[in-house]
Each structure stands twice: as structure tokens, then as C-alpha cells.
Nanobody, 117 residues
Framework: QVQLVESGGGLVQAGESLRLSCAAS????????MGWHRQAPGKQRELVAF???????NYADSVKGRFTISRDNAKNMVYLQMNSLKPEDTAVYYC???????????WGQGTQVTVSS
């Protein structure tokens, strides 16, 4: 079965960086688009970054210029480099295997990112 396992979350101060990683298994990784979503307390889950199977990336306006999504098809890994973190970036971050940019096929279990001011 498909498994997506996130790692790399933690507690950082505003302005610092974190790199999230997601290990995928049970799927033909190179054929799948992937994404990172986040959900803050009391808010809906939102798409933060999307990368196509060809490597084209899309970002939410709130993270453009600060976050970078990338993938390593040889390792079945997708990454989210997060720079210049802000307290409003605090959320649980989820890795996803995407059918399209709007449709998620599978979710990871999530990793907490907390940014203190």
C-alpha cells in the first residue's frame, strides 16, 4: 500500500529555516505529482506547494519566494525547504500524492512545524 512518511518538523524562531522530507513507497513515484499541505488550528487544510511529475512547481501566494518544493525520483523523496519562517507558518504539514493540483490521492500522517516570534 502507499505510504508517505514526513520528517523534519520542529520548533524554530521566526526568520529561521526548516527542511521537510517525505519518503514515499508503494507507488510509482516518478509518475506522480506530489504536494505539501498545511493545517493550522481552527483553519482548513491548504495547499502550500505542488510539484508535477515533470518537476514544475506551484506555490501558495503566502509562501512564494520563501518555500521551495523539490523531488528526487531516484530516492522516492519530496522535500519542502522553508526559509524566512513566520509565526503564521505554524501548522501541521502534510505530504500528499496528487492526482491533479486539486485532487489528493494519498496523505501522509503530518509533521508539526512551530514558529515562535
Amino acid at each position: 500500500q502507499v505510504q508517505l512518511v514526513e520528517s523534519g518538523g520542529g520548533l524554530v524562531q521566526a526568520g529561521e529555516s526548516l527542511r521537510l522530507s517525505c519518503a514515499a513507497s508503494g507507488m510509482i513515484f516518478s509518475s506522480n505529482a506530489m504536494g505539501w499541505h498545511r493545517q493550522a488550528p481552527g483553519k482548513q487544510r491548504e495547499l502550500v506547494a505542488f510539484i508535477s511529475n515533470g518537476g514544475s512547481a506551484n506555490y501558495a501566494d503566502s509562501v512564494k519566494g520563501r518555500f521551495t518544493i523539490s523531488r528526487d525520483n531516484a530516492k522516492n523523496m519530496v522535500y519542502l525547504q522553508m526559509n524566512s519562517l513566520k509565526p503564521e507558518d505554524t501548522a501541521v504539514y502534510y505530504c500528499s500524492a496528487q492526482v491533479t493540483i486539486r485532487n489528493v490521492a494519498f496523505w501522509g500522517q503530518g509533521t508539526q512545524v512551530t514558529v515562535s516570534s
